[in-house]
């Protein structure tokens, strides 16, 4: 339990944002799964799935270079597939 309001109101503003970032991650993981598992990606698909890292990175929700890293593993999957 927090001592002081100052406390009190970082600990909500914390757990806010924890939800809405445990959201984001959720639905980056959805948008992985569904571009990984189709047989032929719509090109929608996978610019919506760039979009949502490079938010996600430009918010903080995941590291930079883990985004990078997974556009890029994207990108060798779609290859692959081709």
Do not use: Y
């Not at 959720?26 to 929608?44: G, I, M, Y």
């Not at 698909?45 to 996600?56: E, T």
């Not at 929700?61 to 060798?76: S, V, Y």
């Amino acid at each position: 339990m927090a001592n002081t309001k100052s406390a009190a109101k970082r600990s909500r503003q914390s757990l806010a944002r924890a939800n809405q970032n445990r959201s984001v991650q959720t639905r980056l993981r959805t948008l992985q799964k569904r571009v990984r598992s189709a047989a032929n990606p719509d090109p929608e698909q996978i610019r919506g799935l760039i979009s949502a890292l490079d938010k996600a990175a430009k918010r903080g929700i995941i590291h930079r270079n883990a985004a990078d890293r997974r556009k890029a593993r994207i990108n060798a999957l779609i290859r692959v597939k081709k």
